[in-house]
């Protein structure tokens, strides 16, 4: 089945600095990366996502680029703010399993003052 | 937006009893839903999925006598964890896929199950 690794487990950054989460993917076939950020105690928020089709993906502050070949895809948050301080989880879709979302271990990203 | 709720938000019960969690589509009919344990600070661990009128596909290790799933229409998929025990203490999340063409699943707020 699917396997999703993710690093870094923690990341500390400067506000206003960037900050880049990297993962890969184990199942050739999946096709559909979301990024989710979780807050402490509470639900995992969508904040972008990917599909297989398209190389890199930007909304706003927040850009995704898909390397299918190499089998990995990150997550880039320019300009950070405290408020981005939260676990983020990637995460890969196997085409083949009616969809369901495998997550990466997760990221903790603390924006300092 | 689509709207997933779950209730309880979180539940204390005795070891041995268990426990249902009801999670629901408020505003759009989820073909499939799937269900998530998160312990502390760890990743969400998929344990099975949850189709509208046909039995759970279950991940391997997940105990399907143990943790029974009902998906009995639409809008609504049940969680029983049955005969409860303090290893089984976790945070439990549902998420909903609205129809079969698109990838996008809508997450539920969890429920925070703790058993003594």
């Known amino acids: 089945g699917e396997n999703v690794e993710q690093h870094p487990s923690t990341l500390s950054v400067q506000e206003g600095d960037s900050a880049v989460i990297k993962c890969t993917y184990s199942d050739s076939a999946s096709n559909y990366f979301p990024w989710y950020k979780q807050e402490l105690g509470k639900r995992p928020q969508l904040i972008i996502d990917i599909r297989s089709n398209v190389g890199e993906k930007k909304d706003q502050r927040i850009a995704v680029t898909l390397n299918k070949t190499a089998k990995h895809f990150s997550l880039h948050i320019t300009e950070t703010q405290p408020e981005d301080s939260a676990v983020y989880f990637c995460a890969a879709s196997p085409y083949s399993s009616a969809s369901k979302i495998i997550f990466g271990s997760g990221t903790r990203l603390s924006i300092r003052p | 937006g689509a709207v997933v709720s779950q209730h309880p938000s979180w539940v204390i019960c005795k070891s041995g009893t268990s426990v249902k969690i009801e999670c629901r589509s408020l505003d759009f009919q989820a073909t499939t839903m799937f269900w998530y344990r998160q312990f502390p600070k760890q990743s969400l661990m998929l344990m099975a999925t949850s189709n509208e009128g046909s039995k759970a596909t279950y991940e391997q290790g997940v105990e399907k006598d143990k943790f029974l799933i009902n998906h009995a229409s639409l809008t609504l998929s049940t969680l029983t964890v049955t005969s409860a025990h303090p290893e089984d203490s976790s945070f439990y999340i549902c998420?909903?896929?609205?129809?079969?063409?698109?990838?996008?699943?809508?997450f539920g707020p969890g429920t925070r199950l703790t058993v003594l």
């Open positions: 998420s909903a896929r609205a129809g079969v063409i698109t990838d996008t699943q809508y």
